[in-house]
């Protein structure tokens, strides 16, 4: 966990509101499902944004975002060489380490980012990777899976591309050993009710607002089979039969 | 000029090595920003609020930025005084500063009870919340009128033998005559502001952001309100005040300071700079020199 001002190295345009900004990463660390707080500005804001790690390179760090309100979008008005401040990393990945044999990683929306760095984590441990990416309209980081994985299932919600329907639709968990998901509550909670009648292994990464990112202020906390949980920092993985929904 | 400046401050009797204190419900107890840097650097912690019995805090959406600040509805949550014993103190007591444990409660019993608690405990200062606004039916309902807050107050005394701080709520009718109620009613210190209740609104979803309707803002937005009520407090009060609300930077606090503050709290900072503590520490102590300061002592109430 660190606190340090890095560099922008390029903030692309993905589709309208997808951008993925690429940072000097200077030695930090990062793991599958884990975040960085993230802020371009001083006090012009009040609190930085949580945003995983899309891809962790030998000298850079990806986070894919959507810009959906004034953080963002000052984000996406970054330019190379540009500062940015990263407090990190943050929070439990997906247990990458525990994970073996065939595993689904399934994404709705900006959801799906996490997975990328997650697919090629397992990839390399010798996990056996699909992926379920379900998208509104617009596709978008289906090509950066394609190395890591053996199949790849779209949907779009009106047929634009793959599947139409929800990606759910397209799952059976049966034919895995663990279903680790990101994307909408709606979605996720699809998945672990899918996961609970085939006794497949689920977890699920949560997104919730948040204030200090390292578990000080309570901001993000959730009623869990277990207690209280703080998002960012016992989370944002969660066994989905942990989970109150 | 001298190369050294004093910031050693004096509340109650405790000393401060220097007059930042982490504000109670923005730092937990410590730990997590003690991975950052070395949180003993700061003159004290005032702990997350405790209440007699743990709480679980409110359900929905507990932070929104707002315009210069934030709100929150946090609700108090914690593990409760007799946790915070076991456990908490310990932990505190690592980083070798100040340690306040911060108290609110539902009842005159709870305060009462959780107050004589803490007071046989090893902390060094007792902080009473009678201005969260986030708990129905407590709380800040002590905070309102001077008359209660009296109340609670006198009766926490006779329990606390520990320096006594109470912490004011801007939402007090009046907040000089809420400082003096608790003055007279044996504080040692007072601490001012809490947050101010306030409200927004989810246009899409056409309701309010929050499950209570109201939360608290705090941050840059409210400094100049919070350095006002600092200001006619100390006018009016013998006891020292901790000034709290909106500070970001050491001329911040050079400003609560010429208001009559004795030290202060920083909170919603520490979520834009996850250093603030140890950075504001070191702009301070540049910035006395610069202005010709050789003890933070000789400005105190000069405005």
């Known amino acids: 966990m660190r606190y340090f001002e890095s560099e922008v190295v390029a903030n692309q345009q993905i589709t309208q509101d997808i951008f993925v ?44 975002y959507r810009t959906v309100g004034q953080g963002t979008q000052r984000m996406a008005q970054l330019k190379a060489g540009d500062p940015i401040r990263l407090l990190g990393p943050c929070g439990n990945g997906y247990p990458v380490a525990e994970i073996k044999g065939k595993v689904a990683v399934l994404g709705g929306g900006v959801g799906i980012p996490p997975l990328c760095e997650t697919a090629k984590t397992l990839q390399n441990n010798g996990v056996e990777v699909d992926a379920y990416l379900g998208f509104r309209d617009v596709l978008f980081a289906v090509e950066d899976f394609e190395p890591y994985c053996a199949n790849i299932f779209i949907s779009t919600e009106k047929g634009e591309e793959g599947y ?32 609970a009648e085939t006794n497949t292994t689920c977890y699920c990464s949560l997104e919730h607002r948040m204030a200090c990112g390292i578990g000080a202020c309570l901001g993000c906390s959730i009623r869990t089979k277990s207690g209280m949980k703080r998002v960012c920092k016992d989370g944002p993985v969660f066994l989905s039969t942990d989970l109150m929904w | 000029m001298k190369d050294t400046v004093k910031l050693s401050v004096e509340i109650a009797g405790v000393p401060f090595k220097n007059p930042i204190i982490a504000a109670s419900g923005t730092f937990g107890f410590g730990e997590e920003y ?3 840097y070395d949180v003993g650097c700061l003159g004290g912690i005032s ?4 209440t007699l019995h743990p709480k679980d805090g409110n359900e929905g959406i507990r932070v ?7 709100m929150n509805s946090v609700g108090l949550q914690n593990p409760g005084v007799e946790a915070f014993i076991d456990h908490g103190i310990a932990e505190m007591r690592r980083f070798g500063n100040v340690l306040i444990a911060n108290m609110g409660g539902h009842s005159m019993e709870d305060y009462v009870t959780g107050a004589s608690m803490l007071s046989e405990a090893d902390i ?55 400082a003096l109620a608790c003055e007279e009613a044996g504080a040692d210190a007072l601490s001012l502001v809490n947050t101010f209740q306030a409200m927004a609104i989810d246009i899409h979803k056409r309701k309010p952001v929050f499950n209570n309707v109201y939360a608290g803002l705090s941050g840059a937005a409210i400094k100049p309100i919070a350095l006002r009520m600092v200001h006619s407090v100390c006018k009016q009060v013998h006891v020292p005040v901790i000034g709290i609300g909106g500070i970001y930077t050491a ?28 950075d504001i520490l070191n702009n301070l102590t540049q910035l006395c020199q610069s202005e010709g300061i050789a003890d933070i002592n000789e400005i105190r109430g000069i405005c």
């Open chain 1, 164 to 195: 139409k329907g929800f990606i759910t639709d397209l799952l059976k968990p049966e034919n895995y050993d663990a279903v680790l998901s990101c994307g909408p509550e709606v979605m996720m909670r699809k998945v672990a009710a899918m996961c």
């Open chain 2, 124 to 178: 060094d200062m007792l902080e009473l919340n009678i201005s969260c606004p986030n708990v129905k039916s407590g709380g800040m309902a002590f905070g309102i009128k001077a008359d209660v807050a009296r109340e609670v107050v006198t009766a926490v005394r006779k329990v606390c033998r520990k320096p006594l701080i109470v912490k004011l709520s801007p939402n007090a009718e009046n907040i000089v005559e809420m």
């Open chain 1, 21 to 64: 900004v690429q940072v000097k990463r200077n030695g930090a660390e990062a793991a599958a499902g884990q975040f960085y707080m993230l802020k371009s500005w001083d006090t012009e804001l009040t609190l930085m944004r949580p945003i995983s790690i899309f891809k962790a390179e030998e000298d850079s760090l990806h986070f894919m």
């Open chain 2, 251 to 278: 001329e911040d606090i050079l400003e609560f300071v010429m208001a009559g503050a004795a030290a202060v709290q920083i909170g919603t900072v520490n979520f834009n700079n996850p250093m603030a503590g140890r």
């Open chain 2, 64 to 70: 929104w930025e707002t315009a210069s600040g934030m």
């Open chain 2, 47 to 50: 702990s997350k609020g405790l």
């Open chain 2, 34 to 36: 003690h991975e950052l």
